[in-house]
């Protein structure tokens, strides 16, 4: 096989490691729970877990909803209500949902029992805004925290506090019924207050702590919206017990165990690469360099793993996403390299308001560029990196799959 052919078995093999339906069906193997069980679902790998649930715990489940992005349903699954709405920004559909959600939850006995199944997304999808808080004020400060280039960490620890379920909210909501939750983890270093923004786990973060983003970032925001933001979250709570089924490590070590088998010596670099997409494309390309003039910090054919989620400053009016910016950024540095390859890929097989799931460029993709008449520099400043890759072929599409655990970024040198 080629070396691109190589990177996408790689990816492949990675997604397919972090799949919910199996560590959903091990966590629910010895599952005890007396009353009713009740399900709530939300994230991008919502369905795909709530039907694993449903074929473990069968006619034990009296009923159940998935609040899922749109085009991540797979059918009707027996006893649950499906809802798709808006990600990265919350929508009408996202409100039905979740007060829908709430409704289900709203008979709930002390004996009986809430399995909330969590994946990343659900800070989209899974949203209802606190006193004095309009949808359109979550719109908007959510838009502009995506483009000032905050973190998904600062951006959390901001709809935290602009929510009614969020930032353990909704585990107040519910007590004192018992929720059990299964976490599918995409924030760096599985922080359980982060992921889908917490809505059953304590808040580490404060009011002052969202008010120091605000400043921060410059985010402009009505005075009604500011003092909400005052309020701080539930710092402890006694009716959940979380457990986290799966993240970005395990997918990087399944990415390194098939480019070993495959030939390469391999090495993961890091779980959690935090810094600007460009910046990373650019030392990634470094790295390639390195190991072609002087086989070092790993003998050829090698494969460097990565795993984390980068940040762009959106300042253009392009399309793009982080995994193919950060892609575009690196044909820069690998340009006249044979056998390499960066590939870059958001595991959800979405990469930003994209139908893509990241890039993947090689020493040619530069010259392919230039053929084209597509100047590189002009292209990422305006953040337009979907329509570089796609005039040459460099687009990485793998659909839907079903999960999300951060970014995986694989460096091949043959």
Same mark, same amino acid.
């Given at each position: ?15 397919? %490691? ?32 709530? !039907?694993?649930?449903?074929? +473990?715990? !069968? ?20 006893? #649950?209500?499906? #809802?798709?709405?808006?990600?990265? *920004?919350? @929508?009408?559909?996202?409100? !039905? ?28 999808? #899974? ?5 004095? &808080?309009?949808?359109? @004020? ?9 483009? +000032? ?31 059990? +939750? ?42 009604? &919206?500011?003092?909400?933001? !005052? ?10 017990? /979380? ?7 395990? %997918? ?21 690469? @935090? ?35 980068? $940040? ?30 960066? %590939? ?5 097989? /979405? ?23 597509? =100047?590189?520099?002009?292209?990422? +400043? ?9 005039? $040459? ?12 655990? =951060? @970014?995986? *970024? ?5």
């Amino acid at each position: 096989m080629s070396t691109r052919e190589d990177a996408l078995q790689i990816i492949d093999e990675a997604i397919k %490691a972090v799949c919910p339906e199996n560590a959903v069906k091990k966590a629910l193997e010895n599952f005890e729970g007396d009353g009713g069980i009740k399900v709530v679902a939300i994230g991008k790998a919502a369905w795909r877990m709530a !039907k694993a649930a449903r074929e +473990s715990l !069968k006619d034990r489940i009296s009923e159940g909803i998935v609040i899922t992005k749109y085009r991540h349903s797979m059918g009707d699954i027996e006893g #649950f209500e499906i #809802f798709e709405s808006g990600h990265p *920004i919350p @929508d009408k559909n996202t409100i !039905k949902a979740t007060k829908r959600a709430l409704d289900i939850v709203e008979d709930l006995r002390e004996k009986d029992l809430l399995l909330f199944l969590v994946s990343g997304g659900g800070s989209s999808l #899974f949203e209802l805004p606190a006193e004095n &808080v309009e949808l359109k @004020d979550l719109i908007n400060i959510t838009d502009q925290l995506l483009k +000032s280039g905050a973190t998904i960490l600062e951006i959390n620890a901001v709809r935290k506090h602009l929510s009614r379920v969020k930032g353990g909210r909704f585990a107040e909501i519910v007590k004192p019924t018992k929720i059990f +939750s299964l976490v599918l983890s995409d924030v760096l270093s599985n922080r359980l207050d982060t992921i889908a923004s917490g809505p059953a786990y304590p808040d580490s973060t404060t009011s002052q702590d969202a008010l120091r983003i605000i400043q921060k970032y410059d985010i402009k925001l009505p005075p009604r &919206v500011l003092n909400t933001l !005052k309020k701080d979250t539930p710092k402890s709570l006694e009716n959940v017990e /979380t457990r986290t089924i799966g993240s970005i490590l395990i %997918a990087c070590e399944a990415a390194m165990k098939a480019a070993e088998k495959l030939g390469y010596s391999s090495m993961i670099l890091t779980t959690t690469l @935090d810094c600007a997409a460009r910046e990373a494309g650019a030392f990634l390309s470094a790295i390639g360099r390195e190991i072609v003039s002087r086989d070092r910090p790993v003998k050829r054919p090698c494969a460097v793993i990565l795993g984390g989620e980068t $940040v762009v400053q959106v300042k253009g009016k392009g399309l793009g996403g982080r995994n193919q910016e950060l892609a575009l950024s690196a044909a820069r540095g690998i340009e006249g390299l044979d056998n390499v390859i960066i %590939a870059s890929a958001a595991t959800d097989g /979405t990469d930003g308001p994209t139908d893509a799931a990241g890039g993947i460029v090689d020493g040619e993709t530069m010259v392919r560029l230039r053929e084209k008449g597509i =100047n590189v520099e002009e292209m990422l +400043s305006s953040n337009d990196s979907y329509h570089a890759l796609e005039s $040459v072929g460099d687009l990485l599409n793998t659909g839907p799959t079903g999960t999300n655990v =951060n @970014d995986l *970024i694989i460096l091949l040198c043959k």
